[in-house]
């Protein structure tokens, strides 16, 4: 992809943090390669691949040789590589603690997808790791680097809506492979709630900076559909947010691609519809001033997010969406979980403050 006129050129190598990717799937060939070419601080040193063929087809594409492409069995040869300052795991979820874990006993910072893990148990244990191996650790939630997002989040905690009331946020898609890995227990360790439903339970986190301190949920698994043998088809949670906000969350693997967010407080309102794809978000300000919809220079979200954790690396800082907002998350969805199961109304920890699992926030949030 060329590089588009308005944007800086990107610093030369020896300035910038050379990542490894680990997996080699749909996220890395669609998303990855094009975002790593408009990184102003990142680059691709190295991959590691399933097997050897892909990761040399692979290769080619970031420009790299068959030197740079490792399996998950010569993984820990990368330990000799000095221009692999971080790693990024984008594997289903239940493979991210054995790579983080092998990743930061080599002394490398680590970038890992989201969710975390498979639940908040596996998820304190990639923390511990990190922390043990004094390596920082990112959670890659990419909503958190656009600026239509942080637009909504100024909107709601700059007072523009007013006192917040309600929160909506519905995050679907249909999944119809009955043999992917995300349908799979031992693999995702859930099933839209922890793909998709993440979103907007973090988005709703990130917009009012705070933590919910009780979930009600029901869910739903069909039976005789092969799809949904392990995994849910949908989940609907409703959260309670200090200072009785209440906020719906929706998710599903079976309903029509929607993604929203609506925040509805005294005196506004905003929507973002579509509020979690790769581009295209849409934003929408409704408050005294009247009707509003924000308009942004282009941007790729990847590219935000390495470019971030790339400078919390060079300089030390913890990152804005760090290990330990990932393992909150998964404490608020397995609390969504045991409520389903149970019937009952699950209470968290109160917490008081804001943005409490969050670092350094990003320098240029979306620019
Ligand atoms: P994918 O199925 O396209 O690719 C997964 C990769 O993992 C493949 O290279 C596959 O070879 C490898 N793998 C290793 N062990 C495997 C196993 N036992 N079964 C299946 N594949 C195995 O998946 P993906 O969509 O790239 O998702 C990978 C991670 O990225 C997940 O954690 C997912 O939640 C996350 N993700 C994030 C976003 C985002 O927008 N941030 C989008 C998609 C996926």
């Not at 190295?46 to 740079?68: C, M, N, P, Y």
């Not at 993440?198 to 559909?225: C, K, R």
Request: charged fraction near 20%; glycine fraction near 8%; proline fraction near 7%.
């Amino acid at each position: 992809m060329p590089q588009k006129p308005d944007l800086p050129a990107p610093k030369p190598r020896s300035e910038r943090v050379g990542f490894a990717l680990v997996g080699l799937g749909k996220l890395t060939a669609e998303q990855l390669i094009p975002a790593v070419r408009t990184s102003q601080d990142a680059y691709v040193a190295a991959l590691v691949s399933s097997e050897e063929d892909k990761g040399e087809e692979f290769a080619r594409a970031f420009d790299l040789t068959e030197q740079d492409v490792y399996t998950y069995d010569t993984f820990e040869q990368l330990a000799d590589r000095d221009d692999v300052q971080a790693v990024y795991i984008v594997l289903p979820n239940s493979k991210h603690l054995e790579f983080v874990r092998r990743a930061a006993q080599m002394g490398k910072h680590v970038l890992c997808e989201k969710p975390l893990s498979v639940n908040a148990g596996q998820a304190r244990q990639i923390v511990d790791a990190c922390r043990e191996a004094g390596v920082l650790l990112m959670t890659a939630y990419r909503c958190q680097y656009t600026p239509e997002h942080w637009a909504a989040r100024e909107a709601v905690q700059s007072g523009a809506l007013g006192r917040v009331k309600l929160l909506d946020s519905i995050h679907a898609q249909v999944e119809d492979d009955p043999e992917a890995w995300r349908l799979k227990r031992a693999l995702a360790g859930g099933g839209p709630l922890l793909d998709v439903g993440i979103y907007s339970l973090n988005t709703m986190q990130f917009v009012t900076g705070q933590e919910p301190e009780w979930v009600f949920a029901a869910q739903h698994q069909p039976a005789g559909d092969l799809r949904f043998r392990e995994v849910e088809e949908s989940v609907s949670a409703m959260l309670g947010f200090p200072g009785g906000v209440i906020a719906n969350l929706q998710t599903s693997y079976g309903a029509y691609n929607t993604a929203t967010l609506r925040v509805m407080g005294e005196d506004g309102s905003l929507l973002m519809d579509p509020a979690f794809p790769y581009g295209g978000l849409g934003l929408e300000i409704t408050d005294q001033n009247g009707t509003r919809q924000p308009a942004f220079p282009e941007y790729n979200q990847f590219s935000l997010e390495f470019d971030h954790f790339a400078q919390c690396i060079q300089q030390g800082r913890a990152p804005w969406t760090p290990g330990e907002e990932g393992v909150q998350d998964h404490v608020i969805m397995d609390a969504i979980y045991e409520s389903a199961r149970t019937g009952q109304v699950v209470r968290l920890s109160p917490q008081t403050g804001t943005d409490l699992y969050r670092g350094t926030p990003p320098e240029r949030p979306g620019q």
